[in-house]
């Protein structure tokens, strides 16, 4: 028998000090942001190489997706503010790096550089897409996970972004 209030009791988190505080949910939630973030940038990573395009960091994956997205050029600060990305020299050493391998094009539009995928581009993301189907989606359909319960989760996980960038520009006001 489990002796009460063992070390095995309470919340998951990375930081028990943080979780002794009012809400230890949010702990959780913070750590496993943690995991799932990590996971995530390894897996898209290891997809783009898988799908012919090797060494590309997380956010270049992210602005060659967000390039192609419907399919229509985007302006720099777009790619920015829909990345939730605050420093502009990020995503433009990305544009940089993605131009050179011919995966993204430029242009000028007045004042604005503007960003769409190349039909390579388009490509390797087409591949990424397959791949994702048959070895992400597959497993993960495969869990039974209610659809409509995971994009509610989803939204809340937006929503959480909002209140994280108001509490950081707050704390960058102390």
């Not at 050493?93 to 242009?107: E, N, P």
């Not at 994702?132 to 959480?160: F, H, K």
Request: aromatic residues 4%.
């Amino acid at each position: 028998m489990a002796e009460q209030g063992s070390a095995f009791d309470g919340p998951v988190v990375s930081s028990a000090h943080l979780a002794a505080g009012a809400m230890p949910a949010l702990s959780e939630f913070e750590f496993g942001t943690i995991l799932v973030s990590h996971a995530f940038e390894r897996w898209m990573v290891r997809c783009m190489a898988a799908a012919g395009v090797p060494d590309l960091s997380p956010v270049d994956v992210l602005v060659l997706h967000a390039a192609h997205h419907r399919d229509r050029p985007k302006r720099m600060a777009d790619l920015c503010l829909v990345l939730n990305i605050e420093d502009t020299h990020v995503v433009s050493y990305a544009v940089k790096k993605l131009a050179r391998l011919g995966l993204v094009a430029t242009r000028l539009q007045g004042k604005e550089k503007l960003v769409a995928a190349t039909p390579a581009g388009a490509e390797a993301c087409r591949r990424y897409g397959e791949i994702r189907e048959a070895l992400l989606v597959r497993s993960v359909a495969a869990l039974g996970l209610d659809r409509a319960a995971l994009s509610t989760l989803a939204a809340q996980m937006r929503v959480l972004s909002g209140h994280y960038d108001q509490a950081a520009r707050a704390a960058a006001s102390l």
